[in-house]
T-cell receptor, first 115, second 111 residues
Framework: NAGVMQNPRHLVRRRGQEARLRCSPMKGHSHVYWYRQLPEEGLKFMVYLQKENIIDESGMPKERFSAEFPKEGPSILRIQQVVRGDSAAYFC?????????????FGQGTRLTVV | RKEVEQDPGPFNVPEGATVAFNCTYSNSASQSFFWYRQDCRKEPKLLMSVYSSGNEDGRFTAQLNRASQYISLLIRDSKLSDSATYLCVVTYTGGGNKLTFGTGTQLKVEL
């Protein structure tokens, strides 16, 4: 049973380009969470999705960021018109349910560098 | 005030030492509590859940004090491989499995 798969592992974008980060949850997991870790900072929640639905996007910046989790395929975190401040590690986690005591498994992350 | 606060460290300790990390949380609606471990440039991994009754897993002991909104992690007989950043994590009522992380405490175990 493969773990949470994120790709690409490293992504370099020039300012103004778009970044697409993909996350395939563990088999049988329908709940996906995206977190961002800025350099020298803790992980911050961005968005929580269940298949085809955004459940909680309270941590998403109001502009340029969007997320989806289609019925088929991976979850996508999309950042339009990237800026230097978007450089960070983006982690995806999945869980089989929304129960609070259910372990969430993390992917290895995508390190985005904006040049 | 941050929702989850930790001393950033670093804590530099010799092998075999006992080290304790503390964490406070501000939201009394917090429901579940965890310690995660994050190695440099890697993803966080669950170390252990934390219960009011306290729980132990080998060399690791976690305690929760709901009245003081305080969580602790004790590591006994430190190993070089324990060097990592330890993250205090809480979830809130109605938040599902959404995790709120502290900024982490860095531990360096030295020979």
């Amino acid at each position: 049973n493969a773990g949470v798969m994120q790709n690409p592992r490293h992504l370099v974008r020039r300012r103004g380009q778009e970044a697409r980060l993909r996350c395939s949850p563990m088999k049988g997991h329908s709940h996906v969470y995206w977190y961002r870790q800025l350099p020298e900072e803790g992980l911050k929640f961005m968005v929580y999705l269940q298949k085809e639905n955004i459940i909680d996007e309270s941590g998403m910046p109001k502009e340029r960021f969007s997320a989806e989790f289609p019925k088929e395929g991976p979850s996508i975190l999309r950042i339009q018109q990237v800026v230097r401040g978007d450089s960070a590690a983006y982690f995806c986690a999945s869980s089989p349910s929304r129960a609070m005591n259910t372990e969430a498994f993390f992917g290895q992350g995508t390190r985005l560098t904006v040049v | 005030r941050k929702e989850v606060e930790q001393d950033p460290g670093p804590f530099n300790v010799p092998e075999g030492a006992t080290v304790a990390f503390n964490c406070t949380y501000s939201n009394s609606a917090s429901q579940s509590f965890f310690w995660y471990r994050q190695d440099c440039r890697k993803e966080p991994k669950l170390l252990m859940s934390v219960y009011s009754s306290g729980n132990e897993d080998g060399r690791f002991t976690a305690q929760l004090n709901r009245a003081s909104q305080y969580i602790s992690l004790l590591i006994r007989d430190s190993k070089l491989s324990d060097s990592a950043t330890y993250l205090c994590v809480v979830t809130y009522t109605g938040g599902g499995n959404k995790l709120t992380f502290g900024t982490g405490t860095q531990l360096k175990v030295e020979l």
